[in-house]
């Protein structure tokens, strides 16, 4: 199984707080992968954990996800009649490019959105959630 880390978790993910330490657990001993994108909305959070993220890609623990890819999904998601209360159609386009159903994400509107427009879209924000951390392989 695959996860987005979005870009307002990344801190406590490199710090290991309480909350985030079984998406660790999960990474390490689950075969879960981290999803990215080198779409240009990424670039921002490329910048500033690229070292971990590289870190991670090299051990095989994360997944790219082409920026073609997203944009033709950003392309359907922005056609469709729903009106996103997030500004984070990427996210919902690399969901989709990704075939992505957890993401790990503070954002109360990006929540709405994911689980609206991603089918069986769940969202991952404390420990208590660990039970969406399922050993699969990433798609």
Not at 40 to 61: C, I, V
Not at 81 to 103: R, T
């Amino acid at each position: 199984m695959c996860l987005i880390l979005d870009n307002n978790q990344w801190g406590d993910f490199l710090e290991k707080k309480d909350d985030i330490i079984p998406i660790h657990d999960w990474l390490e001993k689950k075969n879960g992968k981290l999803i990215y994108s080198n779409h240009e909305k990424f670039k921002e959070l490329s910048k500033k954990y690229k070292n971990s993220l590289e870190t991670y890609r090299q051990a095989g623990k994360a997944k790219l996800v082409l920026k073609e890819e997203v944009e033709e999904e950003i392309k359907k998601i922005r056609k469709s009649q729903y009106i996103m209360k997030s500004n984070d159609d990427h996210i919902l386009g690399l969901a989709k490019a990704g075939n992505i159903k957890v993401l790990c994400s503070k954002d109360k509107n990006l929540h709405k959105d994911f689980t609206t427009m991603i089918p069986h879209g769940k969202i991952y924000q404390t420990k208590n959630h660990k039970h969406l951390l399922v050993e699969d392989l990433c798609p």
